[in-house]
C-alpha cells in the first residue's frame, strides 16, 4: 500500500524478502507465519485483566527465549520510584535504571570522562497494556549495544486513568534524569527520550509538552518506535484500510485509542496528536529517529510525522520494514529483520545523539 505523504530524504527502506501479493507481506513474513501455523493478532477479547496477564506473559516469554548471556550479564538492573507531589498528595512512579556493567559504573561518582548518554524510555501496549517490565528486551539492547544508562519508566494505563496522566507521569521521567544526571553517570547534554509504539507516541508527546513549556528541559534526541502520531479520526487526510493485516489492525488501534483518550474534543491536542502540532513548536524538537513497519496502521503517521519534521527544519532519519506487521522486530526479535531494524535504531540513535542543525 502506498502512503499518502512523501517521504523525507533521509529514508531507508529496509526489504525482507521479496513483497508478495498478500497485502504486501514479505516472503520472511508469510514463511514465518506458515511456521508458526497461525497469524498472530492482537487479542483484545476478555477481560482487561487477561489481556494485561496475557500481554506480560508473551513479554516475558519472548525475553526468556531472547535474552543473550551478554545482555544478561553486560547490563545491571536497579529499581527505583519517582516521587511525586499533586494537590497535596504523594505518589509513585515506578522505574527501572539500567546500566552497562563497565567500569565506569563500578564507581559512585563516575569521573566527568566517564558520563553516557542517557534514555528515557516508555513501554509498548496501546496505552492500556504493558510495565516496565515488558520492554525489558530493547531497553538492554540499548544498555549493551550503545553502552547507554536507560530509565524506563512506568505510566498509569488507561481506561482507568485516561489523557494526560500518562503524559504527566512520563513527563517526570526526563525531569528526574536530569535532577540525578551526575549520580547516575549520565552526560546531562545527552539525555533523549525513546519508546515503542503507544511509547513512541509518549516519548514523542513528552518532547512536544517540553517544546511548548516556558520553562521545558532540553531532550538531545527523540526515537521514535512504530510511533502512533495521530488519532485515526484526525488525520489529517484519507487513511488507507488496514483491517485485514497481522498482530494490530484498524480496529485494534482505534480502540486502544478511543481508551486513552475517550473525549472526541482532547484528540485534536498535539500532545495527542503530534502530527497536528503547530510549526512553532516543531521547530525546536531535537534531531529525531523514526522506525515504520509498511504493514501496519500507524505507518502513515510515522511517515507524515517524519516529513512533518523535516519540513520544519528538524534533522529527521526515517527506516521503515517493508513487508512487515506492526511492531514484528519488538515481537519477534528473532527474525532476520527484527536484527536489521536494531541494528538501525542503534546507529539511527547515535546519529540523532551527534547531529545538530547546523549540520543537516
Known sequence: MASLYKYPKDTVRHHSGTLNHEGGLSKEWMKFEEQLGFRPA??????????????????????ESSLTEDLREGVSVQDEEIKLISSGETSAIPIRIYKPTTAAFTRDTPNESELRPAAVFFHGGGWILGSI???????????????????????????EYVYPAAIDDCYSGPLWTLENARPLGIDPSQV?????????HLAAAVALKSAEAETGFALAAQVLRIPATCHPQVFPGVLPRRQDVPVFNDSAASSMFDS?????????????????ANPDHIRKLPPTYIDACSVDPLV???????????????PVKLFILEGMPHGSFILFPELD????????????TLWALGHTRSSS
Open 133 to 159: 517490565a515488558t520492554d525489558d528486551l530493547f531497553c538492554r539492547q540499548i544498555a549493551y549495544d550503545l553502552g547507554h544508562v536507560v530509565v524506563s519508566v512506568e505510566y498509569r494505563l488507561a481506561p
Open 42 to 63: 492482537v487479542n483484545l477479547d476478555g477481560t482487561l485483566v487477561e489481556q494485561r496477564k496475557a500481554f506480560e506473559d508473551a513479554c516475558a516469554l519472548r525475553d
Open 337 to 348: 529483520s527484527s536484527k536489521a531494524a536494531r541494528s538501525a535504531c542503534m546507529q539511527g
Open 192 to 200: 533523549y527520550v525513546t519508546g515503542n509504539s503507544a511509547g513512541g
Open 260 to 276: 486513552f483518550v475517550p473525549n472526541k474534543d482532547d484528540r485534536t491536542s498535539p500532545l495527542v496528536s503530534p502530527l497536528l
Open 300 to 314: 502513515d503517521g510515522g511517515i507524515a510525522y517524519a516529513k512533518k519534521l523535516e519540513d520544519n527544519d528538524v
